[in-house]
């Protein structure tokens, strides 16, 4: 136990010392804080544009269409400093205007021999707006029929039921309840496979690193394999967990000081997130974490050149990223038998079931078995990557093919 300690304090120092550690952690919290600004930034750039002036909107109705009622866009707020001509504007002299800067756009309606309307929308070029903008065009039809109505006499019961009142509501045919933000559940899975992918890719540079150093010999010659591989996994799985929380309090307290609590309850809808729910992502990150650091534990030790890492873990990548997106995309439908399927396979589960217990969905006899499921699975690896790993640690020679690991673990177990 003692040496185990040594080995988990040892790991937690290197990992902590690491440029590449606290440079990448700082960016991290950098982009957090930004990206929760992002709004903020919108909102002064918005502000500033709109300091500039609103668009100047020049609309000619030389046939009087509208009848004078086109001056009530200007208080409508749409963005649009709306002069209105009554007499006829050639294209020319509105060519003229913009180049002038007397006004940005214009629109000349013309009525036509069918008895309809056609609207010109003019721009100095196309870069500035390949179709005319919707909200101009709702508005100019609400103007429009609003002014037919008027005309008509109607009452204000009348002229109320000439509007839908239709209440609209969603239901689901599935027997289980499907609840929670997806946009919060989707950030979950995400936050949780960056831990565990990057944390448990440390495992595997740690240890070819200390190959290449020759810290190894001293290390393996004072404790036992099994305590290295269980020390350096846990001492790595640890930094991970409190970088994580790192980044996820900053988040939060940034979501909190820089969005506006509108936007907050909308975007980041945290009603779901229970303290079962919180402990429950725990448990998974340590399980996935331990799941991946080992089998990195392996292909760290088959190699002996810092260079040959990024090849030896291509399989365990190409796995957790399976495993990833298996999950994220049976978010879709969650309430699946793949998405069932996802919860329980040992490589997708741990980014797969926190958010199943977020919508309400899990059950507790599927929660127990993905983690039965996960455990033994743990179990397996840790078997065969410490017996691998005990005899590959010494090699200085060639990268160990799959073939090799196959044999060195025969002869071990022989």
């Not at 100019?140 to 008509?152: C, F, G, H, R």
Request: aromatic residues 10%; proline residues 3%; hydrophobic residues 45%.
């Amino acid at each position: 136990m003692k040496d185990l300690k040594t080995v988990i304090a040892f790991s937690i120092k290197d990992m902590v010392k690491r440029k590449s550690f606290i440079i990448s952690t700082c960016i991290i919290l950098v982009l957090i804080v930004i990206g929760f600004n992002i709004p903020n930034i919108i909102k002064a750039l918005s502000a500033d544009n709109e300091g500039a002036g609103e668009t100047k909107l020049l609309i000619v109705d030389s046939t009087n269409v509208f009848e004078g009622t086109l001056q009530t866009i200007n208080q409508m707020e749409l963005g649009y400093d709306v002069q209105i001509a009554n007499n006829e504007v050639s294209f020319d002299e509105i060519k003229t205007k913009i180049e002038n800067n007397d006004i940005d756009q214009a629109m000349l309606i013309e009525p036509k021999q069918d008895g309809t309307y056609k609207i010109r929308y003019v721009v100095e070029n196309m870069t500035q707006a390949t179709a005319i903008p919707e909200s101009l065009m709702n508005t100019i039809n609400t103007v429009y029929t609003n002014l037919q109505i008027s005309k008509l006499g109607l009452t204000q019961e009348q002229i109320a039921s000439l509007s839908p009142n239709f209440e609209f509501a969603i239901e689901q045919t599935e027997e289980k309840e499907v609840s929670g933000n997806i946009f919060v559940i989707m950030i979950l899975s995400i936050v949780l496979f960056y831990a565990i992918y990057f944390c448990a890719y440390q495992v595997s540079s740690s240890i070819t690193t200390e190959k290449t150093s020759k810290i190894m010999e001293t290390l393996v010659t004072s404790t036992s394999p099994r305590t290295i591989v269980l020390g350096k996994t846990i001492g790595i799985g640890i930094v991970g967990l409190i970088q994580i929380c790192i980044i996820v309090g900053v988040a939060l307290i940034s979501a909190k000081a820089f969005l506006e609590p509108e936007l907050l309850e909308a975007v980041l809808d945290m009603s779901q997130f229970t303290p079962y729910l919180a402990i429950m992502t725990i448990i998974y990150f340590i399980l996935g974490y331990f799941a991946y650091a080992l089998l990195y534990a392996l292909t760290g030790s088959t190699v002996s050149k810092p260079e040959d890492i990024q090849s030896a873990n291509t399989p365990v990548a190409i796995l957790s990223v399976v495993g990833f997106y298996l999950s994220y995309f049976t978010m879709m439908n969650p309430t699946s038998e793949l998405n069932q399927f996802a919860a329980i396979f040992p490589i997708s589960s741990p980014f797969c079931m926190p958010f199943r217990i977020m919508m309400g969905i899990a059950t507790t006899s599927e929660v127990i078995l993905s983690i039965v499921v996960l455990l033994i699975t743990i179990l397996i690896i840790a078997q065969v990557a410490i017996k691998i790993y005990s005899n590959a640690i010494l090699n200085y020679g060639t990268k160990m093919t799959f073939k090799d690991i196959v044999k060195v673990y025969r002869d071990k177990n022989n």
